[in-house]
């Protein structure tokens, strides 16, 4: 049995650890049921499964700051597919996790590599609100890498998605069109009834007309 405060108060009985749980006015948690004898503490239960969260919460964050996520440029690249890797960047680095950024030369870009540094410089131009390069870019063999590392939570800007929810008006309730009740005027068609002139009882396209009886 483990108290509220972290003690050690031994081995007692079920009855014994359920009536300490009600003097002091907290839970009896089951923290190790596997253990022998299964170990249990005298907690708050709400407030166990905050600090449970919370511990979650930092674990996964830790995860996600080892992932390493790549994005890759050319010399070459138009300001629309930028844009597009710098979305993709953004996105890594509000998830806590890191970008590798490289670019590639192939054939004679090698002779103007100046043009892939700008190439760089210019993505971490934008996206140094929400990331930080750990070293200058490098040039290694026929590329150039740059490793950026998420700034703090509150050191960094929100998510572009985020301030476009944020600043986006609240969708108005368009008023629902009241229905009419329109009169129908259904007019019945007048069944085919066998004409006065045909005589009484006579058949409309009797079949028996067509038959010649010698």
Known sequence: MIGTSGNQLGIMSLGDALNMARVEGVDLVEIAP???????????????????????????????????????????????????????????????????????????????????????????????????????????????NVMISPLPRNKRAKHPQQEQQAGAPAPQPQPQPQGKSQAVKVERGSRDEPSSSSGGGAFVNNPFEQINVD
Do not use: W
């Open 34 to 144: 596997n253990a022998t004898p299964p170990v249990c503490r005298l907690v708050d239960f709400g407030k166990y499964r905050y600090e449970l969260s919370k511990r979650d919460k930092e674990s996964k964050k830790h995860q996600h700051a080892n992932k390493v996520k790549e994005v890759q440029l050319s010399p070459k690249i138009d300001a629309h597919d930028l844009g597009v890797k710098v979305g993709h960047a953004i996105d890594f680095l509000c998830e806590d996790m890191k970008v590798k950024v490289s670019l590639k030369f192939r054939g004679r870009e090698m002779a103007h590599t100046e043009v892939g540094f700008d190439v760089i410089k210019r993505f971490l131009t934008e996206i140094t609100p929400y990331g930080n390069p750990d070293s200058p870019a490098k040039l290694i063999g026929r590329g150039i």
